[in-house]
């Protein structure tokens, strides 16, 4: 029987700054897509088994034990194996894309003999499509449609086709080094030149520490705050600027689920987030970039604008089901694109507008036409909002039920036209700031008198309801009232008592949340990073660095995230790894370290 994918938790991430491989502990390169990160994956082993697609690469004998890590500030990943006959290194990396996409692994002896072997099965069209083989003067050609994979093999070694997959057979001994690796390109181009591998590996090296070098953070756990800058560049798309949410699509919210989603796009409640973390880090090419992305992705009329977009800026994301996989532990359906794209969700307003006061806030001026669009963008996001605050709307979380009053899409439309107010009033710029003040004390007016409970004094998750919900630790990050308002004190150890769950937050309860999906869901990792950030606001510091060490212990062996965290099981739930958490992660070190900015604020 072909294996199963590894535990979530098991993962580590390579890329390129435009697509991202996963990689388990035992060496196997179970997701790939190609040429970029929304594309077609090319490795599709994480959702179904090895039959849909791998590269595995590791010793043949038995296997004592496994060690890997990232070299220190950079995106190159080493597994050490240590095996009954020695020990070997495994190096993985992906050179920074000039050109089409290339992936190295580079075995390397480091006591005794080992034996090793690597199967490289590609399978194109997310798992189903098995290519044809043919030889090449620079190695072998796995082809079908509309995609060539060229493999190279070690110089001394023969690689065999053979069942839809190539194997290479060897051995290395204390000193030894071999080197493997994938070059993808169109037919109708010209076949690639291979890389050197070690003047590759060297540059690269060279190129990740420089980036990660200038990150500004020097607090308590810098270590863990540069692996999350890290992670985010890696997620990120070069060529437009865009920020992905994840690099996976599907992995389960609850195990043998359907909660299950594609998050391989760019949301853009991100946007504000993603930009303070950028800006405060010193990233302003990034933060530059990323702003760009969305003004030109929400272009034209914000009753047309989306919560999300692809990493291009297109709007077409139709949702569909791969029925080929299995699913991630049998956790169906897979599914490809996403539905929620045409939701009605009020709270993005807010978030573009406050992105675009956060670019000014921090110095960011856009050159050319880019500065008055953004202006332009924010008054009319402003107008909008000023016609529809009063909808309910699917919410934060993408609910698939009834549309509700949401307090927290209602204190961000409070923000959606605060920040036009702040921009005026701090920049200088052209608008009626009385009419907008006088919109944004009506909002702030309705959400008192309808979204606090009169017995408990604190924020609900919708108007009349008396559930909670974890994006109302979001209400005193953005300013909707000073920390010290009872309101917001009773409201954070509310959120605390009702959806704390082993140092863990929950977005909600699902038996109290008509959410359009059967089964729970695990702890929502950058919810519990709110909830550190909320505890430092008010003054409960060593509460919030309790809760923020055991959210540290939660990463992984090589410092990654996924979305959620299931604390019954001690596994990692969700998509991997997760763009979310590490900006929470980096957020909330910056609140402990009484540096920066609150997310939003």
Known sequence: MAAMASLIEDYALIGDLQTNALISRDGAMDWLCLPRLDADATFAALLGTEANGHWTVRPTGEVLSVERSY?????????????STGVMRLTDFMPIRQGGPV???????????????????????FGQIKPFFDKSAAGVLAQAGPDILLHVAPADTEALAD???????????????????????????????PRDPYVTLRTTIEWWRNWAGAAKYRGPHRDEVVRSLITLKALSYVPTGAIAAAATTSLPETLGGERNWDYRYT????????????????????????????????????QDMQIMYTITGKRWIPEVTLDWLDGYEGSRPVRVGNGAAGQFQLDVYGELSDAAYLGRRYGMVSQGNMQ??????????????????????????????????????????????????????EFGLAGDRAHWAALADEIKADILANAVDPERNCFTQYYGSTAMDA???????????????????????????DLGHDGLVLRYRTDETHDGLAGEEGAFLICSFWLVQCLALIGEHDEAQRMFDHLLSLCNDVGLLAE?????????????????????LINAAHALAGSGQSPLG
């Open 103 to 125: 992936i190295i692994r580079i075995v390397e002896g480091i006591s005794g003999t080992v034996d090793v072997r690597s199967v490289m099965a590609p399978r194109f069209g």
């Open 71 to 83: 070299l220190p500030d950079t995106l190159v990943l080493e597994t050490t194996f240590t095996t």
């Open 267 to 302: 949301w853009l409640r991100d946007a504000s987030m993603t930009l303070a973390a950028l800006i405060e880090e010193g990233y302003h090419p990034e933060a530059y970039a990323f702003r760009d992305w969305v003004i030109r992705a929400v272009a034209g009329s914000p």
């Open 163 to 193: 069942d839809g997959q190539i194997v290479t057979d060897f051995s290395v001994k204390a000193g030894d080094k071999r080197a493997l690796q994938i070059l993808w390109y169109r037919p109708w181009e010209n076949v690639p030149l």
């Open 471 to 497: 994006s109302l630790l979001m209400v005193p990050l953005v300013g909707f009232l000073p920390p010290d308002d009872p309101r917001i004190i009773n409201t954070i150890h509310e959120v605390a008592r």
């Open 564 to 584: 959620e965290y299931d604390p019954v099981l001690g596994r990692m739930l969700g998509n991997m790894p997760q763009a979310f958490s590490h900006i929470g």
């Open 372 to 425: 008055g669009a953004a202006w332009r963008l924010q008054l009319a996001v402003a107008g909008f909002v000023e016609e529809q605050w009063k909808r309910p709307d699917e919410g934060i979380w993408e609910v698939r039920g009834d549309p509700q009053h949401f307090t927290y899409s209602k204190v961000m439309a409070w923000v959606a036209v605060d920040r036009v107010v702040r921009c005026i009033d």
